[in-house]
């Protein structure tokens, strides 16, 4: 009998499993993995800390699909991993993390850099292991990937005992899986299928409101054909941007918080509402009592805990997107019968909507500094709408959702459920990992770059061309935001003072660095550096009293927007 390593073991699983590239940071515990790879065909990028390999990883599972992986130490290794794990998993983003651990016999004994990693991710990972021996190694990370890619994909955690990596066993990867406490359900009930298509064929004021369950579920191609066979208007929250062609003229655009004022109001305003992949989270749907009041709610999850969760739902649909989608389709047949005409007197409302209210700003300003909006608008210019865009956390990010238009699924990848600054830098890494031919643009805050910055060692080092645009307002803009609408312009913590000169830092690094004042000078700062074939960090200075809007304040209704800064209580 042929025995191996259990850090060999680990290898062949991840061939197995598929995976080309681990991001990650090494240490003690987990050098007999890295002794290995080195000979292997696995590609390890070396980040330089272990949260950013998380988004990094994250970034990776969001242009492709598939599960991004990472590799870090123990102790301090693995406690810098819990955030990237807990957005991930709010985000329903396939990721593995394997951690190195103290060897079995010292666990529990306070052991230089010992932590319970299992005990510390519990509650923010769809699951995760300790293994026990080496020989059930290859079980137990056959069983992670199931996890983490099947039904509400998550993340998931592996932790690794020194002395189990360094152990031997003979290796025997299982073929499939089969968890008695885990059976996702993935077909809908032809019962509530029916009873979708007569709501559908009956509605008057119908809304499609999707989320990142369609992407997650490749079910953009069914959402358009549903959308147009019905001539139904279409919204899209922050994490399902690109799940319909942000072009189409049955595109509302974004709803929520910061959600255009035409998606706010069909949506109050709808008889009808099909929620996919979506979880009614507070920034969606404002002041729950009031969400769409006059319309019957049909909700699409392959999350059976979602369904009910935090709206009764009259319509409950538990099943992948796609499949519920298409079996919809199949329902409602090529020729199905609802009322036309009432409808196009609905989208003519939405039009007006959206004549009285458009998305828009002055680009003028006494401080003599150009708009945000104006550097995203022209960022979409300059790449045709066609690059993949990867954005940090705040005001730059809520600009990002509104002027960017995203005409396909994995082309917008953000923070969403958890809101962490930092991530935008690190994931751009792994997006352009992902698909190296892809313009990927980093659009982030001064506050936010500051959080990761590290990480532009690991652009250069990989030679990705990355490009990153800094909004640079010298404030934490969103909580300034707050401060200036409802906290008496009381700024407490929200200034930033003296920014580091991102141009010299972005050479300190061995990356080419330019300014921009003017908006001149943006749109040919920006030509400079996409035709730049290497990595760029573009500073764009901007108004620092900019606002977005609409905004809904908290405890409103989402009819109930502040539309313009004169409308300040």
């Known amino acids: 009998m042929t025995t191996i390593s259990g850090a060999e073991i680990l290898i062949e699983c991840w061939k197995k499993e598929g995976v080309e590239v681990i991001f990650g940071y090494p240490g003690a515990a987990t050098i007999d993995i890295h002794h290995h790879l080195t000979t292997s065909s696995l590609k390890f990028v070396l980040c330089r800390h272990e949260q950013a390999a998380v988004h990094a990883a994250e970034g990776y599972a969001r242009a492709t699909g598939r599960p991004g992986v990472v590799l870090v130490t123990s102790g301090p290794g693995a406690t810098n991993t819990v955030t990237g794990l807990a957005g991930a998993n709010m985000d329903s983003v396939p990721v593995v993390v394997f951690s190195g ?6 666990i529990g004994n306070d052991a230089f850099q010992e932590v319970d990693i299992v005990g510390v991710t519990r509650c923010v990972t769809k699951h995760n292991y300790l293994v026990i021996s080496t020989a059930e190694l290859a079980q137990t990370v056959k069983e992670a990937f199931y996890v983490a890619t099947t039904g509400r994909p998550g993340a998931v955690l592996v932790d690794l005992p020194k002395d189990v990596l360094s152990g031997q066993a003979e290796f025997s990867y299982p073929q499939k899986v089969f ?15 029916a009873a979708v298509a007569k709501l559908f064929e009956q509605a008057e004021r119908p809304v499609i409101y999707a989320g990142g369950g369609v992407i997650a579920s490749g079910a953009g191609e069914e959402l358009l054909t549903l959308a147009e066979l019905l001539e139904i208007p279409v919204t899209l929250t922050l994490m399902g941007l690109g799940g319909f062609p942000g072009n189409h003229p049955l595109f509302l655009g974004m709803l929520g918080m910061h959600g255009l004022y035409r998606a ?9 509402i099909l929620a996919v992949g979506a979880r009614f989270d507070d920034r969606v749907t404002g002041l729950l009592t009031q969400f769409a009041k006059e319309a019957n709610i049909i909700h699409i999850d392959v999350d059976t805990t979602s369904i009910h969760k935090n709206l009764k739902v009259d319509v409950p649909l538990v099943a992948d997107a796609r499949l519920a989608l298409s079996a919809i389709l199949e329902k409602l047949g090529p020729t199905p019968t609802y009322p036309a005409a009432t409808r196009a007197k609905w989208r003519q409302q939405i039009e007006e909507w959206d004549k009285a209210c458009p998305l828009t700003y002055d680009r003028a300003d006494s401080d003599g500094l150009m708009k945000p909006q104006f550097v995203i608008e022209a960022l979409y210019r300059a790449t045709n709408g066609k690059a993949v865009v990867v954005t ?10 509104q002027f960017y238009r995203y005409d ?8 969403g459920g958890l809101g962490v600054m930092g991530f935008g830098l690190p994931a751009s890494i792994g997006a352009l990992i992902a698909r190296p031919q892809t ?7 001064d506050g936010s770059i500051m959080m990761n910055i590290q990480e532009l060692a690991t652009v250069a080092q990989e030679n990705l061309p990355v490009k990153v645009a800094i909004l640079n307002n010298g404030t934490l803009g969103m909580v300034r935001q707050w401060q200036d609408l409802f906290y008496g312009q009381r700024y407490a913590a929200t200034t930033l003072g003296p920014s580091p000169d991102f141009t010299l830092l972005a050479k300190a690094f061995g990356l080419k660095g330019y300014v921009a004042k ?4 943006a749109e040919a700062v920006i030509a400079l550096a996409l035709a730049d074939p290497g990595p760029s960090v573009m500073d764009f200075k901007v108004s620092p009293r900019e606002n ?16 313009r800064p004169l409308e300040l209580p």
């Open 101 to 106: 651990q103290v060897s079995r016999l010292l």
């Open 179 to 193: 968890l008695r406490a885990y059976q996702p359900h993935l077909t809908p009930h032809r019962n509530q299928v």
């Open 264 to 272: 706010n109001m069909a949506v109050q305003k709808a008889d009808l």
């Open 392 to 401: 940090d956390v705040g005001q730059h990010q809520m600009w990002a959702a």
């Open 408 to 415: 396909r699924p994995r082309q917008f990848i953000t923070s």
């Open 439 to 445: 313009t990927v643009v980093n659009i982030t805050g």
């Open 518 to 521: 003017t908006e001149a000078e």
């Open 548 to 563: 977005v809007f609409p905004m809904v304040p908290a405890g409103r209704a989402i009819d109930e927007m502040i539309l």
